[in-house]
């Protein structure tokens, strides 16, 4: 599968269509998806709802005090993104990128609140602002229904994805550190960023006091150039974007690429409302977008159609897409479109105060973008399954050096006291959800975007399992740091309602028994072999780790089937 290169694959042009390939979305997907296809020469039209990308655009190193309101009056921005400043990387210098949530609603039962932030409205989608913490998925993943009987299995093993990790993770340059775990495994990594002494500490005592792994985040951030991309100065904010394109973002790298070669045409401010089909032959012959700017609909036409528009985003338009053989949601004949929502929990954790170690604080000096992630260490290989919860979680986590805000005193005393270092350990869990049938998205009959296009309700709350295990993120994280020899240790165990997620996956699943799932694990829908879905909604389910280096790398290996297919005319 590999096989398909750069330059290896010329189709004959469709007289009948424009273009061959149709992708909706341009963030991790997205770019991957045309990338690879743009590059082995098949004709892509990129359709993404936001506004083009621009290294103008980036602060990362505007101080606050050049903004017009110091980054420091955020009910302006509440008034227009609500939902979406929840999340603190929606700020004064980013909040234009984000949706306008009066104008692109959603809405929930009034008992499930949901907060669905990270909606991205710019070419790389999420991956302007994302985390970029990026961990591989393994065989307790991808089988784990058959190790503890819940749910389902996906139809994929490790193996079948480990070259496309491999090839993603050279690309995309992730730092970390190789550490042997059969659950996490190693990728192909750059140098790691070196642990604080803080952290340095805590990994060492909690491996000799509880066996547990502590590592350096494994993370897309460069410490060697790659592809005329600068490794990371430090700088710390990338969520404002990075002039030096140290970070992985689809819009300076993957879409990049696409463009350069001259077979991808990136459409700005189209919004796709539904999937366009050819009822007689059940293919997809294109898309129906809403151009943002004239609010004209428009039509476009092409032999394939790939989704990556984000899961909730992509299942809307499949909903939207109805026909009258497909009238609960287009590709929908298992009935399982929609169900299964499933989002990391992340309401637990802790932290504790560490020796500064001759650590100063400062308002202006260098800051690691990353810090350390924990493995996952319940419900592993070669143990007992842990009685009180189903899979596992594992932590992302940084150690900061403060100056002493609240020293008592005042005047000369309190500026002496002002001085003296706080340094930190803050941890916070990141868990499974299991995959329910009641978490659930659906179209709300009532209510349209400014658009016109029919919104999504999201039903979405924790269930006993995701309770168990917040409340075990809270007390592993203060055992944790007691063994480390922390001082002043505070740890939490919310509930985490309202709900909300930046990891959502699983609303249009993959599985091998095209009854009970939406997908084939190449992310092509059972019912409709021209259609592709290939972000997390295929997901079977969703693993504690990070989702987005597997969306990635599944992306490719699904671009690769559909061009063999495309190459042997079974599409
Ligand atoms: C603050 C934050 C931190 C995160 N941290 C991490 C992390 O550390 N590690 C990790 O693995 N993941 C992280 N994530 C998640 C990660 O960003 C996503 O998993 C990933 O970007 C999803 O890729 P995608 O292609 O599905 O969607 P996106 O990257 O969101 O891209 C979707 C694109 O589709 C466009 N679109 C939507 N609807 C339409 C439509 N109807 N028509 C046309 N275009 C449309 C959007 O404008 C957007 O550009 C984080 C997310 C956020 C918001
Ligand atoms: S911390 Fe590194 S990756 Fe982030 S914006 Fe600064 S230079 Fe870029």
Sequence with gaps: MLAFASGFYSMPQDKNHSFDVIVVGSGASGGWACKRLAEAGLKVALLEAGRPQSDKNFTEHKPEFELKYRNKAPELIRKTRPVQIKFGVCNEYTYDWFVNDLEEPYTTPADKPFNWMGRLRMTGGRTNVWGRVSLRFSDWDFKSASLDGYGESWPLSYKDIEPYYDLVEKYVGITGSAEGLEH???GQFQPPVPLTCQEALFRNRVKEKLGRTIMPARSANLTKPINGRGPC????????????????????????????????????????????????RNRTRGVLYVDRNTRQAREIYARVVILCAQSQESVRILLNSATPHY???????????????????????????????GAKPSLGGP???????IARFRNLPNMPPYKKFLRGFGYEGE????FSWEAPGFGEAYKKALLEPRTRIGITGFGEVLPRWDNFVELDPYVKDVYGIPVLKIHMSDGENERAMIQDMGDSAGEMLEAA???NIRTYAHPSAPRWALHEAGIARMGADPKNSVLNQFQQTHDVKNLFVMDASGFTSNPCQNPTLTIMALCVRSCDYLMSELKRDAI
């Design 327 to 357: 009238s609960n949601g287009l590709a929908n004949s298992s009935g399982v479109l929609g169900h299964y929502l499933t989002a990391h929990v992340r309401s637990g954790g802790g932290s504790g105060e560490f020796p500064a170690f």
């Design 184 to 186: 996490l495994p190693d």
């Design 399 to 402: 150690s900061s050096t403060e």
């Design 485 to 487: 020899g922390a001082r």
């Design 367 to 373: 800051k690691k973008p990353l810090g350390i992630y």
């Design 233 to 280: 100065h430090f700088c710390g904010p990338c969520e404002r974007g990075c002039m030096t394109h140290s970070y992985f973002n689809s819009a300076f790298t993957t879409v990049a690429d696409a463009v350069a070669t001259g077979n991808c045409t990136l459409i700005s401010n189209a919004m796709a409302y539904k999937v366009l089909m050819d009822a007689d």
